[in-house]
């Protein structure tokens, strides 16, 4: 059983640049997560989707959006980048009520 | 305010030692997992409880729920170089069944052969 993709696993940015990541779930789960690691912070929690929709957002300002698909591949994209946007960013995917993720390798972001 | 307090937040000890991380919170949850994160790697999951009081082992780690399921334990016994890595503990708080999770502040572990 193939495990959760994402793409590309790194990236180099400059600030106001906007940047899209890709996320390909577990074949059959409908919830997609994404999350925020920094040596800082820890793990924080971006959003959510369950069958294409939102159903839990973090306490990210707006320029951190996301979306999920029929097929429940899910893309994040941030706008006007600061160098703080540094990080590895996470998807996990899951069945969508047992609270047991399986995340992807991540994909790392460095804002020059 | 971090709700999932984990402790020690770095351990470092020789092969074949013994050793205990805890996660802790003021918050009653109805399920906990534990995660390992190696290196370059997203985490992976190593177990869910979800009854206060419960014991899993998987081979040479222990983990517990605490009885009032507000806090839990890893133990792992007779260490190896290969349980080195970040081990984090997350939580669902809120109970309504989604995938939203917390996740603790995490126990970097360096064994040492």
């Known amino acids: 059983k193939a495990g959760v993709t994402q793409t590309p696993r790194y990236l180099i940015k400059t600030r106001g640049q906007q940047v899209t990541l890709s996320c390909s779930p577990i074949?059959?789960?409908?919830?997609v997560s994404w999350y925020q690691q920094t040596p800082g912070q820890g793990l924080q929690f971006l959003f959510e989707?369950?069958?294409?929709?939102?159903?839990n957002k973090g306490n990210f300002p707006g320029r951190f959006s996301g979306r999920q698909f029929s097929n429940s591949r899910s893309e994040m994209n941030v706008s006007t980048l600061e160098l703080g946007d540094s990080a590895l960013y996470l998807c996990?995917?899951?069945?969508?009520?047992?609270?047991?993720?399986?995340f992807g390798e991540g994909s790392r972001l460095t804002v020059l | 305010t971090q709700l999932l307090e984990q402790s020690p937040q770095f351990l470092s000890i020789q092969e074949g030692e013994n050793l205990t991380v805890y996660c802790n919170s003021s918050?009653?949850?109805?399920?906990l997992q534990w995660y390992r994160q190696e290196p370059g790697e997203g985490p992976v999951l190593l177990v869910t409880?979800?009854?206060?009081?419960e014991v899993k082992k998987l081979k040479r780690l222990t983990f517990q729920f605490g009885d009032a399921r507000k806090d839990s334990s890893l133990h792992i016994t007779a260490a190896q170089p290969g349980d080195t890595g970040l081990y984090l503990c997350?939580?669902?708080?809120?109970?309504?069944?989604?995938?939203?999770?917390?996740f603790g502040t995490g126990t970097r572990l360096t064994i040492i052969p």
């Open positions: 074949s059959g789960h409908r919830s």
């Open positions: 997350a939580a669902g708080l809120d109970n309504f069944g989604n995938e939203k999770l917390t």
């Open positions: 918050s009653v949850f109805s399920s």
């Open positions: 996990a995917s899951g069945r969508g009520n047992t609270g047991e993720l399986f």
């Open positions: 989707y369950f069958s294409e929709t939102q159903r």
């Open positions: 409880v979800v009854t206060g009081g």
